[in-house]
């Protein structure tokens, strides 16, 4: 079992929806999850962290995380073809440095 | 503020052959991760540095090693190539605490091993 799991995809939306991504852990003793973006060819540039429980905004983006559950969703509100791109989940590992499971990406298409 | 800057951005290589790759992290970031991301199996943890220090090591074979300056530059070496290691790999800056704010990643090395 992978430490993160996501829906690889595609996934496609037209432009202005929302676009909803979601992401399982396994490591309970995951403390801080990451929402990374990685337009093709490009290296994975951050988008959001969140350590609670419940839901976290930053503009059109926000994230959410249930711990019981072991799950991290993004939601993109008002997509733009801007956002399409691979969406890459992190979980932090439970031991002392800065070592984060990933997931392998979900794809976004917005299609204008 | 400069990003994280690896060279090679490209490299190909012979199989049996070894390879060395370099990054430099954003200053005042101390810890420095590796990572080889392929696409079936995504970003994959090789090791993290810190300080000159491995912190942590992922499960690849010992033919992958790194180490640390302390300019907090470091270097990953790959020893007798395989097929297989043909992926990018990404280096990744951030402070001690990195796991409470994340990564910047550089613009990763793309090696093939023909």
């Known amino acids: 079992q992978k430490e993160v799991e996501q829906n690889s995809g595609p996934l496609s939306v037209p432009e202005g929806a929302i676009a909803s991504l979601n992401c399982t852990y396994s490591d309970r003793g995951s403390q801080s999850f990451f929402w990374y973006r990685q337009y093709s060819g490009k290296s994975p540039e951050l988008i959001m962290f969140i350590y609670s429980n419940g839901d976290k905004e930053d503009g059109r983006f926000t994230a959410q995380l249930n711990k019981a559950s072991q799950y991290v969703s993004l939601l993109i509100r008002d997509s733009q073809p801007s956002d399409s791109a691979t969406y890459l989940c992190?979980?932090?590992?439970?031991?002392?440095?800065?070592?984060?499971?990933f997931g392998t990406g979900t794809s976004l298409t917005v299609i204008p | 503020k400069a990003g994280v800057t690896q060279t090679p951005r490209y490299l190909i290589k012979t199989r049996g052959q070894q390879v060395t790759l370099s990054c430099s992290p954003i200053s005042g970031h101390r810890s420095v991760s590796w990572y080889q991301q392929t696409p079936g199996q995504g970003l994959q943890f090789l090791f993290e540095y810190f300080s000159e220090t491995q912190r942590n090591k992922g499960n690849f074979p010992g033919r992958f090693s790194g180490r640390q300056f302390s300019n907090s530059r470091s270097e990953m070496n790959v020893s007798t190539l395989e097929l297989g290691d043909s992926a990018l790999y990404l280096c990744?800056?951030?402070?001690?605490?990195?796991?409470?704010?994340?990564?910047?990643f550089g613009s990763g090395t793309r090696l093939t091993v023909v």
């Open positions: 990744a800056s951030s402070t001690r605490t990195g796991r409470d704010y994340g990564y910047t």
């Open positions: 992190a979980a932090g590992a439970a031991n002392t440095g800065n070592q984060f499971y």
